[in-house]
């Protein structure tokens, strides 16, 4: 959450920050501000998009080769003018950009209050930096001495970067739990700071991540990386593979449709190079260390937020059924609240499209502490919980930026139906025949998301009937149940209509109670194992006058009687259906946001990468 970007080198600073602050846009957009040198040290800031703070700053002079800016997800304080950042330190002589929550920040304002300290915001960003003024006023020490001092008393996460009006040519940054990113350019004169790598590589490839407790000083463009023991580290300059295209609409009017189109390919990034049916291979490089431990698992503990969690529930039913290994599928950040048991034959699955979910990065920290092994499913390369994780695949769906997650969990998907195939055919809970048939099958996938996607004006013509619904319900059994908890999430999360996910056999424990003919109830009801079951529970919800949208398979006759609407999706088998049947429900909550003015991209009180309790 929150979105960071500085820059400092022999280029004009403004347009590369309010790019960068574009492209962070969706880590948050409560408010945004930049903080420019340009003879002395200029501090603009605005409620709202980076759209009404680039507005406001029309008729502005802002020249300058270094700054800093930054888009907020609102933590402590709410969305103002006055607590957007940059914040100022009390005599006005330090500013920071602050992504991530200071813990004891009030014990620390407390202490500067007493000793007479001023705040003009309500944020903990504006202790930080106040903090690291009266540090240096007691110290007379140099900037990059009192950030370090402050940053080891201060308890919380941060990515941070400050400026001071006395050094014009120098910036200090420092990371702990928060993702911060330098790109360095191309003649090492200048320099690029960010909370990913989407504002850099329009100007350079080379990248360094900072390290946890590291802290970055740039002065008159040279750069010395430090440990927060005052250790000098030698920095790691790593290539970027990320493509420009990658993080542009290209024709789409949103992110998530492009993103939701970018499916067949997503899905065949991450299957390729690793299966192939024909020679029956299988190969996951990034788990291979580790992979006994997977086989020879007594248990598996999958663990992950929103989206990733559902994926997490599909990965219970790949791994019960295909591997024979008890799964517990568990929210995060539930699961670093416990005293979880983990035993040492237990081993544990962490997914996350970004890597840097801070409950999930908790929680397998917790996990570590108790002995376990670690897989992680992410996307984003190089994030924080790629690097916290023994060993793991990557999705490879490329820079996800709607906010609502589409690709990556076709992706995750993707990479849990691999795993518990691999884990099946070296455990032997799998026959060849069927192996080979599930590979075959999966190869299949990406073409069939193609068919899916027609789909689109038939679901945006079930979009209109539907758009000014207050409820949804949307029911599926077996593999198709965390495909109803993804379709409300999605509904829900960008159209503001309440909606809730059961399985379908569920309802009648209670919200059968609240089927009228006002009640949309999506069911996922393809041709499976439950198939019979399901067809009875379409029956009762006809039964009490709710309005049926099933998702079935192609060439049924037998619920197309019965329902108000059907979308009708390629055949597959059963454990691969979640990826087929999410598509349609996508695009249904699309298209429903759309026609109520929604901003899909930018959906009200949320972020991209949630990196915060
Ligand atoms: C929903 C959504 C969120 C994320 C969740 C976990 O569309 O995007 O529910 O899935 O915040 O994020 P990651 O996967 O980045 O850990």
Redesign the pocket.
């Known amino acids: 959450m929150c979105g960071i970007v500085a820059y400092t080198g022999m280029r004009e600073a403004y347009p590369i920050i309010i790019k960068g602050l574009e492209r962070l846009e969706y880590r948050g957009y409560d408010s945004a501000g930049i903080a420019l040198q340009n003879g002395d040290l200029h501090v603009y800031k605005k409620k709202g998009k980076v759209a009404d703070l680039k507005e406001s700053l029309k008729n502005v002079n802002l020249e300058g080769n270094v700054g800093i800016g930054h888009t907020r997800w609102a933590t402590h304080g709410e969305p103002n003018d006055r607590n957007a950042h940059p914040h100022y330190s009390a005599n006005q002589n330090l500013v920071i950009i602050h992504n991530g929550i200071i813990e004891n920040y009030s014990a620390i304002k407390q202490d500067l209050e007493s000793k007479g300290y001023a705040f003009t915001s309500d944020t903990d960003s504006e202790v930080l930096v106040t903090f690291i003024e009266d540090i240096q006023k007691n110290t007379q020490t140099p900037l990059e001495e009192a950030v370090r001092l402050a940053l080891q008393r201060v308890v919380g996460a941060y990515a941070i970067v400050v400026m001071s009006r006395d050094t014009p040519h120098m910036l200090v940054a420092a990371r702990k739990g928060s993702p911060l990113v330098i790109g360095v350019g191309k003649n090492k004169d200048e320099y690029f700071l960010a909370s990913d790598a989407t504002p850099i590589v329009e100007y350079t490839n080379e990248v360094i991540y900072l390290d946890d407790l590291e802290i970055a000083i740039i002065k008159n463009n040279q750069l010395v990386i430090q440990h927060l023991d005052s250790t000098i580290k030698t920095p790691y300059i790593q290539t970027l593979t990320l493509a420009l295209e990658a993080i542009e609409k290209g024709g789409f009017e949103h992110f998530m449709l492009k993103e939701i189109y970018e499916q067949p390919k997503s899905v065949a990034d991450a299957l390729r190079g690793r299966i192939s049916s024909l020679e029956g291979r299988l190969h996951l490089g990034g788990m291979l260390e580790y992979i006994n431990r997977l086989v020879t698992a007594d248990r598996i503990m999958i663990l992950?937020?929103?989206?990733?969690?559902?994926a997490g529930l599909v990965g219970e039913y790949l791994f019960e059924e295909l591997a024979r290994v008890p799964v517990e599928v568990e929210y995060?950040s539930e699961f670093r609240y416990r005293n979880p048991i983990i035993r040492e034959n237990d081993v544990v699955i962490c997914?996350?499209?970004?890597?840097?979910?801070a409950?999930?990065l908790a929680a397998i920290e917790l996990a570590k502490q108790k002995g376990a092994v670690i897989f992680g499913i992410?996307?984003?390369v190089g994030s924080s919980?790629a690097r916290a994780t023994h060993a793991g695949a990557y999705i490879h769906a490329g820079p996800?930026i709607g906010?609502?997650?589409?690709k990556?969990?076709t992706g995750?998907l993707a990479i849990l139906t691999m795993t518990a195939l691999l884990v099946a055919y070296r455990k032997g809970t799998i026959n060849e025949s069927d192996y080979r048939r599930i590979l075959a099958e999966l190869e299949t996938i990406p073409q069939k998301i193609e068919q899916c996607l027609k789909l689109n004006a038939e679901t945006e013509k079930i979009a209109s009937v539907f758009k000014n619904a207050h409820n949804f319900l949307y029911l599926g059994r077996g593999y198709n149940f965390p495909v109803a908890l993804?379709g409300a999430?999605?509904l829900k999360?960008?159209s503001y209509i309440h909606a809730e996910g059961y399985p379908a056999a569920e309802m009648k424990h209670g919200p059968i109670a609240l089927i009228d003919e006002e009640m949309p109830v999506v069911f996922i009801a393809t041709k499976d194992s439950s198939y019979e079951k399901i067809i009875s529970n379409i029956q009762e919800v006809k039964a009490r006058k709710g309005r049926v949208i099933a998702i079935v398979t192609e060439g049924d006759t037998e619920i197309k009687k019965m329902a108000d609407f059907t979308i009708e999706i390629p055949h597959t088998i059963e454990p691969l259906s979640p990826m087929l049947a999410v598509i349609p429900l996508q695009l249904l909550s699309y298209h429903i946001a759309i026609m109520r003015g929604c901003d899909v991209d930018r959906p009200r009180n949320?972020a991209?990468?949630?990196t915060v309790e």
């Open positions: 992950g937020c929103g989206t990733s969690w559902h995060a997914i996350s499209q970004s890597g840097e979910t409950d999930t992410c996307n984003v919980i996800e906010v609502a997650s589409t990556a969990f995750q993804e999430l999605k999360e960008i949320l991209k990468s949630v």
